[in-house]
């Protein structure tokens, strides 16, 4: 099983980038799939995800409004539209995937069995 981050990069605040992650080894439909992110000194945070079969979608607090996580099931690929970035999105950004975790558990790191390699997103003010 393989995870495929890709989309970073440096852009100015109020800009837009597009992270996509393309999975080998695994079918993306059977799976609750979710974006992460870690800046220098921090924690893992929960950005956004979506459940298995794409029955709802979740944000972040601060994200809200701003991003969107799609999947594109003929490409097994899951994406975040990052709109509106802020200074404070950057981080390096990862996705995961799990087949069991549950909705409890959703922004818990711990819960995801499967990750890409990360990908860096940095903005500019």
């Known amino acids: 099983v393989q995870l495929q981050a890709s989309g970073g990069g440096l852009v100015q605040a109020g800009n837009s980038l597009r992270l996509s992650c393309t999975a080998s080894g695994l079918d993306y439909r059977a799976y609750t799939v979710a974006w992460f992110r870690q800046a220098p000194g921090q924690e893992r945070e929960f950005v956004a995800g979506?459940?298995?079969?794409?029955?709802?979608?979740h944000y972040t607090d601060s994200v809200k409004g701003r991003f969107a996580i799609s999947r594109d099931n003929s490409k097994n690929t899951v994406i975040l539209q990052m709109d509106s970035l802020k200074p404070e999105d950057t981080a390096v950004y990862y996705c995961?995937?799990?087949?069991?975790?549950?909705?409890?558990?959703?922004?818990?790191?711990?819960?995801?069995?499967?990750w890409g390699q990360g990908t860096l997103v940095t903005v500019s003010s």
């Open positions: 979506s459940r298995r079969g794409g029955t709802s979608n």
């Open positions: 995961a995937a799990s087949r069991t975790v549950i909705l409890s558990s959703l922004t818990r790191a711990q819960a995801y069995d499967h």
